[in-house]
């Protein structure tokens, strides 16, 4: 029972050192989603994919890019990461039906920009 | 003003108090109203989900949504440590499904 898998689970990078994030669900959900948790700033919505081969931009987008790989994977690049990027990054997915919302959540990845 | 409003301070209670935490929000086309739990270090998981207006319990959690004040409640009763999280709560429209969090609440059970 995987449910939604992120790696990697920590990491901490230079600034201006780029990487990518990896997520992916084994649910056959249409919908996926990357999330910022900050203290004091709850989820932030940083991109998602309402469905395989397409990506939209939520709350926070600047500095990230995004790719659905395929159903299963979603990733996400931080191309040229800053200190402000310094956060802890969850994946998650759903069901696209109309009153099937609930998101099932990654165990996170803790990310630290030097 | 943020779609979804939830106080983000820390609730400390004694074991077997009842727990109290809520939002409220501006959106009136959210129909759909969840609670989150999310222990530390760990990623959220859905605790209780109701749709519209009314009650749902669940165990020693009961959930209440009042869509004509724009107010959502979580109350845990007879609180134990295994409480002791951050939660979340969430929303949204139907046909949408982009939920819009709310800042959370990290509630602290003291045995």
């Known amino acids: 029972n995987a449910g939604v898998t992120q790696t990697p689970k920590f990491q901490v990078l230079k600034t201006g050192q780029s990487m990518t994030l990896q997520c992916a669900q084994d649910m056959n959900h249409n919908s996926m989603y990357w999330y910022r948790q900050d203290p004091g700033m709850g989820l932030r919505l940083i991109y998602y994919?309402?469905?395989?081969?397409?990506?939209d931009k939520g709350e926070v987008p600047n500095g990230y890019n995004v790719s659905r790989l395929n159903k299963r994977e979603f990733s996400l690049r931080l191309e040229s990461a800053a200190p402000s990027q310094t956060s802890v990054y969850f994946c998650?997915?759903?069901?696209?039906?109309?009153?099937?919302?609930?998101?099932?959540f990654g165990q996170g990845t803790r990310l630290t920009v030097v | 003003q943020k779609e979804v409003e939830q106080d983000p301070g820390p609730l400390s209670v004694p074991e077997g108090a009842i727990v109290s935490l809520n939002c409220t929000y501006s959106?009136?086309?959210?129909?759909?109203f969840m609670w989150y739990r999310q222990y530390s270090r760990k990623g959220p998981e859905l605790l209780m989900y109701?749709?519209?207006?009314g009650n749902k319990e669940d165990g020693r959690f009961t959930a209440q949504v009042d869509k004509s004040s724009k107010y959502i409640s979580l109350f845990i009763r007879d609180s134990q440590p295994s409480d002791s999280a951050t939660y979340l709560c969430?929303?949204?429209?139907?046909?949408?499904?982009?939920?819009?969090f709310g800042k959370g609440n990290q509630v602290v059970v003291i045995p």
């Open positions: 109701t749709y519209s207006s």
């Open positions: 969430a929303m949204s429209v139907y046909g949408n499904n982009r939920l819009a």
């Open positions: 998650a997915s759903s069901e696209s039906s109309g009153r099937n919302t609930e998101a099932f």
């Open positions: 994919s309402a469905s395989e081969g397409t990506t």
């Open positions: 959106n009136s086309a959210f129909q759909y």
